[in-house]
């Protein structure tokens, strides 16, 4: 099939790319964000979810956390939800259940390093549907979760779905799993990982492309 203005959206990625090389750097480094403090990055994707990341989630709900909990692991989540955060109704536990089932998958392969869990959690298709089956987390958490773990991946969400349309993609044409696999398509095209067409899209929606 073939895709509107697929060149145009390609060859703007490849010009984003090559004339800015911090968006690699910042792929690059996005999955150690949270290395060794794995309960904060959990609070970070749930607390990610329909709330403006960079005005709200970044200075205040991370901060107050990572304030009040002290212990920042999964195995410190996983014990007790922060119903404490200003959250909405069910998040708190959505988090706490969320670093159980990462806990629990790494139990079940006899890892006990956090690090060494969410790397290898992050890689395994077979381990995502129990983090799918808790409420409040859907397609795009999951990958979302999978970028900040270390895995290649992109989050199809509000930003990422308006940059492709300023392009003249037509993205009523695709559930939010098919937007997954055209930027596959596309960050293949464009020699590049989906997590450095991520980040290209985040920085053409921030400065207003």
């Not at 808790?134 to 509000?158: E, T």
Request: proline content about 4%.
């Amino acid at each position: 099939m073939k895709i509107p203005n697929w060149n145009t959206a390609v060859a703007a990625i490849k010009n984003d790319l090559e004339s800015n090389p911090n968006l690699k750097i910042l792929a690059a480094r996005y999955g150690n964000v949270y290395k060794g403090a794995r309960g904060l990055m959990v609070v970070d994707v749930v607390a990610s979810r329909q709330r403006r990341y960079d005005t709200y989630v970044i200075p205040k709900i991370l901060p107050f956390y990572k304030s009040k909990a002290k212990d920042l692991s999964l195995l410190s989540l996983s014990s007790k939800s922060p119903e404490w955060l200003p959250l909405r109704v069910g998040e708190a536990e959505t988090m706490k259940n969320m670093a159980q089932a990462l806990l629990h998958y790494g139990q079940s392969r006899g890892l006990k390093d956090e690090e060494k869990i969410i790397e290898t959690w992050a890689n395994d298709e077979s381990a995502f549907q129990r983090i799918l089956d808790i409420k409040g987390i859907g397609p795009a958490l999951l990958q979302y979760l999978r970028m900040r773990c270390g895995a290649d991946s992109l989050k199809v969400d509000v930003r990422v779905i308006d940059e492709l349309s300023k392009f003249g993609i037509p993205v009523g044409w695709f559930t939010p799993e098919g937007l997954l696999e055209l930027c596959k398509e596309i960050a293949n095209e464009a020699n590049c990982t989906l997590l450095e067409l991520d980040q290209t899209l985040w920085h053409r929606n921030s400065v207003g492309k």
